[in-house]
T-cell receptor
Framework: DTAVSQTPKYLVTQMGNDKSIKCEQNLGHDTMYWYKQDSKKFLKIMFSYNNKELIINETVPNRFSPKSPDKAHLNLHINSLELGDSAVYFC????????????????FGPGTRLLVL | DQQVKQNSPSLSVQEGRISILNCDYTNSMFDYFLWYKKYPAEGPTFLISISSIKDKNEDGRFTVFLNKSAKHLSLHIVPSQPGDSAVYFCAASEDQAGTALIFGKGTTLSVSS
């Protein structure tokens, strides 16, 4: 039983296309994230949603738009794909982003390998 | 600017020996630190964490040491096993609302038998 799942696992597409990556978690967590791991292997936070509300929105192009239809899903839509968008995108979830006393760990999905040609 | 740095991209260790992975950070507001382990084609998985009020946390073969004055933490694995071969990410966070994890670049550990 996969805790955090992402689809597709691989995505190869042409520049200029619009694509979506889906993420689902069955852990009952309140918070979900999108991270990007670029060619230099840096794993950087892009977005965070808590109970369907946007909490963190790091400096990413507005071509990237997260959408959370419910607490268990956080999808990532990317418009007008560029070569530099090629990376591995990881979805993650945690119980609570803002709980102070108890730090919960984040559970990551397997990643979506995006290649823009 | 890298707030969390793992300066060694790779480390090779023999089975049974100790593996020491290092991590430095620059943000003095970080108060919680984690290590994640990642196998190829999988997402990172949580390994061990430490709060800034402690200087050591141990879980089986894994121990994390924190030196706040030096802004340095290390992960010790002893004894190392071939199954420990993976990429290890150091991560840090602030105990404030809305802060996600800041990751280092990762260190690839290879344990040979």
């Amino acid at each position: 039983d996969t805790a955090v799942s992402q689809t597709p696992k691989y995505l190869v597409t042409q520049m200029g296309n619009d694509k979506s990556i889906k993420c689902e978690q069955n852990l009952g967590h309140d918070t979900m994230y999108w991270y990007k791991q670029d060619s230099k292997k840096f794993l950087k936070i892009m977005f965070s949603y808590n109970n369907k509300e946007l909490i963190i929105n790091e400096t990413v192009p507005n071509r990237f738009s997260p959408k959370s239809p419910d607490k268990a899903h956080l999808n990532l839509h990317i418009n007008s794909l560029e070569l530099g968008d090629s990376a591995v995108y990881f979805c993650a979830s945690s119980q609570d982003l803002i709980r102070r006393k108890l730090k919960e760990t984040q559970y990551f999905g397997p990643g979506t390998r995006l290649l823009v040609l | 600017d890298q707030q969390v740095k793992q300066n060694s991209p790779s480390l090779s260790v023999q089975e049974g020996r100790i593996s020491i992975l290092n991590c430095d950070y620059t943000n003095s507001m970080f108060d919680y630190f984690l290590w994640y382990k990642k196998y190829p084609a999988e997402g990172p998985t949580f390994l061990i964490s430490i709060s800034s009020i402690k200087d050591k946390n141990e879980d089986g073969r894994f121990t994390v040491f924190l030196n706040k004055s030096a802004k340095h933490l290390s992960l010790h694995i002893v004894p190392s096993q071939p199954g420990d071969s993976a990429v290890y990410f150091c991560a840090a966070s602030e105990d404030q609302a809305g802060t996600a994890l800041i990751f280092g670049k990762g260190t690839t550990l290879s344990v040979s038998s």
